[in-house]
């Protein structure tokens, strides 16, 4: 019985870790993530997220993105806000993973790129939590620990609290940030979140500032674009 080539990868992308090459290609040439939802008809949405695998991932401690178990170390990869607030909807990484999904996903890579909406299933819906739009860079934030917990008044919904960061590295179109390039990340939709502090008052708004500060330590040292 013959069997289904498996498709070549896109020309282009980044090295392919060794944890990665057992993952199946699409059509277009990407590795499938591992926590991609598989549906019915087997067919996959790299939009959609297997609940079942992401509650897998927090208790096991396994990879996101290549499903194989988690060191020591662990690799959030955030968008700018995440970074900011430490809270994020998405299980951690190994290193090598995170970083080959931050110069390789289309999502990640341009920012002009958005969300498709477009032949989701009718039930489907995005985490509550998550921030619209494109933002416009990746962070991976590297820490020794997390911390589910049940969003309050939302029993049905939970997020992930990030613990402190041993370092971030942080990315855009594909490649290392300038430190100019990781500030502009973070005002682009530093809005979005002082918007929630300022409805919630002002002990939100201070609370606010104090992560910014925090998040602003991790800023990329002064480098040019070709370094």
């Given at each position: 019985m013959n069997e289904t080539p498996r498709p070549a990868l896109r020309d282009g992308l980044p090295p392919l870790p060794e944890r990665l090459r057992?993952?199946?290609?699409?059509?277009?040439?990407?590795?499938?993530?591992?926590?991609?939802?598989?549906?019915?008809?087997?067919?996959?949405?790299?939009?959609?997220?297997?609940?079942?695998?992401?509650?897998?991932?927090?208790?096991?401690?396994?990879?996101?993105?290549?499903?194989?178990?988690?060191?020591?170390?662990?690799?959030?990869?955030?968008?700018?806000?995440?970074?900011?607030?430490r809270n994020t909807s998405e299980p951690p990484a190994h290193r090598e993973c995170a970083e080959f999904a931050a110069m390789a996903c289309p999502f990640l890579t341009l920012p002009a790129a958005q969300y498709r909406r477009a032949g989701l299933p009718e039930d489907y819906s995005v985490h509550p939590h998550s921030l619209p739009g494109n933002p416009g860079g990746v962070v991976l934030w590297v820490t020794y620990s997390f911390k589910p917990y049940r969003v309050p008044g939302q029993p049905k919904n939970?997020?992930?609290?990030?613990?402190?960061?041993?370092?971030?590295?942080?990315?855009?179109?594909?490649?290392?940030?300038?430190?100019?390039?990781?500030?502009?990340?973070?005002?682009?939709?530093?809005?979005?979140?002082?918007?929630?502090?300022?409805?919630?008052?002002?002990k939100s708004v201070a609370a606010l500032d104090r992560q910014v500060a925090e998040a602003l330590k991790w800023l990329p040292a002064e480098r040019s674009v070709a370094a």
């Open positions: 057992a993952l199946p290609v699409d059509r277009r040439g990407y590795p499938i993530p591992w926590f991609v939802y598989t549906a019915d008809d087997g067919t996959r949405d790299f939009r959609i997220a297997d609940a079942a695998k992401r509650v897998r991932a927090v208790k096991e401690k396994l990879c996101w993105i290549c499903g194989g178990k988690l060191g020591r170390f662990l690799v959030f990869a955030i968008g700018p806000m995440c970074a900011v607030n939970w997020l992930i609290e990030i613990g402190p960061a041993v370092e971030v590295v942080w990315f855009t179109h594909g490649r290392l940030a300038t430190r100019d390039e990781a500030r502009a990340l973070v005002d682009a939709r530093l809005h979005l979140l002082r918007e929630v502090a300022e409805h919630d008052g002002p």
